[in-house]
């Protein structure tokens, strides 16, 4: 359940970047809202998967899922390069925490 949470966490923490970066484009009420709900629900559920998981391994899935999804999300909706370099650091960013998962 933990690392379901976890996995959710990281979600959250996408949803959150997309929302600062919609912010910063269009300045209304609804993004800020959405951006507090995302980064609200990223911590909410990163404590709660702190309990049980070693915060070193769930701190860096957390980051990993944020900043990489992040990253995919500027490449689908925000017109940011998809140059293969690119993609391949992310998969590399992944896959190292696919490692951290297997390994714990």
Do not use: H
Not at 26 to 33: D, G, P, T
Not at 44 to 68: D, E, N, Q, R, V
């Amino acid at each position: 359940m933990e690392w379901i949470a976890l996995i959710f966490a990281g979600l959250f923490e996408m949803f959150g970047v997309a929302m600062m970066n919609q912010l910063n484009i269009e300045r209304n009420w609804q993004s800020f809202v959405l951006l507090v709900i995302g980064f609200a629900g990223s911590f909410l559920l990163l404590s709660f998967a702190l309990k049980t998981l070693p915060m070193g391994t769930a701190y860096a899935i957390w980051t990993g899922i944020g900043a990489s999804g992040g990253a995919i999300l500027g490449m689908l909706f925000y017109g940011e390069s998809k140059d293969w370099k690119r993609v391949f650091f992310i998969a590399m960013v992944l896959s190292a925490a696919v490692g951290l998962k297997l390994v714990s």
